[in-house]
């Protein structure tokens, strides 16, 4: 952790009674997680549509004047932190159709081949800004802005791309969402916690300023950028400032389950197809299929259905069943190429799987990681089986 964290936790203590959010835990919510849930929420209602506090906070650390005003007020107390907040939101606009082609003027300077193809070129960048109806370009800094907009577009267009596995894909990935090939060792408490994921994302090279944005916002660019899912189609923007949050870690829910039941179909068929009907006996890593078994059994004495016995698969378990060097040559390099480049993905998952399924907040990074790298995943899948 940071030197200006720990100093900020420290004040946060002295803050905690005025507050009423009890810890440092809770007052780095308020920090990291300006969307608000639960005791913050409560609180601080009408601090809950603004730009995104995990982007605001790395830029203070990283010296970006406007997370200087933030962290200063929040140290003078709620009141001031409430104000300064409000004029940030007071920054946001909605840029008029002469100002789009000053805001790409740098494009496609920085970006590779792979970025420029993902985002399909200056004219349907120009569309994609023009289609924007919720305020969005930071009006004193609007070259980072406009890049974090670009930059959200290409990772959408990288992760439903033909090959969203391809070596040039997971590199150009790789710039904004991190480097996160090496074998990770979660440390599973601690991650729940929104400032450990905050830390873990950074270490990772996660760059926060793709989230710079209100939660509307937010979600009205990730929905240009086809990094969409069905409850946005169905149920629009959420405006109402009290629902933001919830609405992000309900839809993180439905997300997860929907993409844990494809991938396990995913892995039931063609493993079946490769190995044949008993392959969980032969093909699973030692001790699995016992631990399914027991926890089926389990759930059956308990009155539970009869449910199939992949359904008893953790997380962790997809990584680990994918990687066994049989199953890998036999199944499942072919479907991605590279064992690196699909432990990246599932270990980029499970920060944002864990805070769900604990029902804890789920900030707007970790909505990203779970858009991105579920879209890019099934969107694999798909095209594989035809």
């Known amino acids: 952790m940071s030197d200006e964290i720990r100093k900020l936790l420290e004040q946060q203590r002295k803050l905690h009674d ?55 007020a929040r140290l003078r107390g709620f009141s001031e932190l409430s104000e300064t907040m409000r004029a ?17 003027k740098d494009y496609p300077a920085g970006y590779t081949k ?40 290409a990772v959408g267009g990288l992760a439903t791309s033909v090959n969203s596995f391809s070596a040039r894909i997971s590199a150009a990935l790789r710039t904004e969402l991190g480097d996160w090939r090496d074998t990770i060792t979660f440390d599973v408490p601690a991650l729940i916690d929104p400032a450990a994921r905050f830390e873990l994302y950074d270490a990772q090279g996660f760059d926060p300023n793709l989230t710079h944005f209100s939660v509307e916002a937010y979600q009205e660019s990730v929905r240009i950028a086809g990094l969409a899912v069905e409850e946005d189609t169905e149920g629009g923007i959420v405006t109402d400032e009290d629902d933001a949050g919830v609405e992000l ?5 439905e997300t997860l389950l929907r993409f844990e039941r494809d991938i396990r179909a995913f892995i039931v068929a063609v493993m079946t197809n490769n190995f044949g009907p008993d392959w969980m006996k032969r093909q699973l890593p030692p001790n699995m299929f016992d631990q399914w078994t027991e926890k089926k059994q389990k759930d059956m004495q308990q009155g539970a259905d009869d449910l199939p016995l992949i359904d008893y698969a953790d997380f962790a ?9 049989d199953n890998w040559n036999a199944v499942f390099k072919p479907v991605f190429g590279r064992k690196d480049d699909i432990r ?15 029902a804890r907040i789920i900030t707007l990074d970790d909505d ?3 858009r991105a790298e579920t879209t890019r995943i099934l969107t694999r899948l798909r095209r594989y089986m035809g």
């Open 18 to 72: 005025l507050a009423g959010i009890g810890s440092p835990t809770n007052a780095m919510k308020s920090i990291h997680q300006l969307q608000g849930l639960g005791e913050l929420q409560a609180r601080m209602k009408e601090l809950t549509a603004i730009p995104n506090a995990t982007a605001l906070a790395l830029a203070s650390i990283r010296q970006q004047p406007s997370l200087g005003e933030l962290v200063s």
């Open 88 to 104: 940030m939101q007071d920054r946001l606009t909605i840029p008029d159709m002469s100002a789009l082609s000053g805001l790409l």
């Open 114 to 153: 792979a970025f420029r193809d993902a985002t399909g070129g200056i004219d349907s960048l120009s569309a994609r800004m023009a289609a924007m109806k919720t305020p969005w370009l930071d009006i004193r800094q609007q070259a980072l802005s406009a890049r974090a907009f670009v930059d959200l577009q």
């Open 249 to 253: 870690n309900s839809r993180a829910y």
């Open 317 to 325: 378990d997809y990584k680990t069943i994918i990687e066994r060097n």
């Open 344 to 358: 990246e993905s599932l270990q980029r998952l499970f920060p944002v799987r864990l805070a769900t399924m604990h």
């Open 368 to 370: 990203l990681f779970l």
